[in-house]
C-alpha cells in the first residue's frame, strides 16, 4: 500500500503545474539571454546579449505576486530604481523587441 501511495504521489507530481509569477501554471520561456542584476540594493541592471535589442519591458515579482514594473529604456542595458522595493528575493523578466528573459536579484 505505501509503495502505490508512493508511486500515486511520484506520478501526480509530473502533472502539477510550476508556480508562475502570473499563477498561470505556465513557466515564462526565455527565448534570449541577458543579465540581471542589483547595485547597492537600490539600482536594477539589466542587459541583453546584443547590443541591438531593445529592452522594451521589465517585470519584478516576488513570491509570484507582481510588485514592479518598469518600462524598458529603449537601449540593451537599463538601469532602474528599486528603492520602493521590500528586501527579498525578486524574479526578474525582461521583455525585449526580439524575445525575453528572466533572472534573480536578491534585496538586502
Known amino acids: 500500500m505505501m509503495k502505490t501511495l508512493l508511486q500515486f504521489v511520484t506520478v501526480l507530481g509530473l ?19 541577458g543579465n540581471v542584476g542589483n547595485e547597492d540594493n537600490v539600482v536594477l541592471i539589466t542587459s541583453t546579449n546584443d547590443p541591438s535589442e531593445d529592452i522594451l519591458n521589465i517585470e519584478l515579482y516576488k513570491a509570484g505576486v507582481l510588485k514592479l514594473t518598469i518600462t524598458g529604456c529603449g ?7 528599486i528603492s520602493s522595493l521590500g ?22
Open 15 to 33: 502533472f502539477l503545474p510550476m508556480s508562475t509569477p502570473d499563477g498561470s501554471g505556465a513557466l515564462p520561456e526565455d527565448t534570449l539571454g
Open 75 to 81: 537601449s540593451n542595458y537599463c538601469r532602474d530604481g
Open 87 to 108: 528586501t527579498g528575493t525578486y524574479q526578474v523578466i525582461v521583455t525585449t523587441d526580439a524575445g525575453s528573459f528572466s533572472g534573480t536579484i536578491i534585496k538586502t
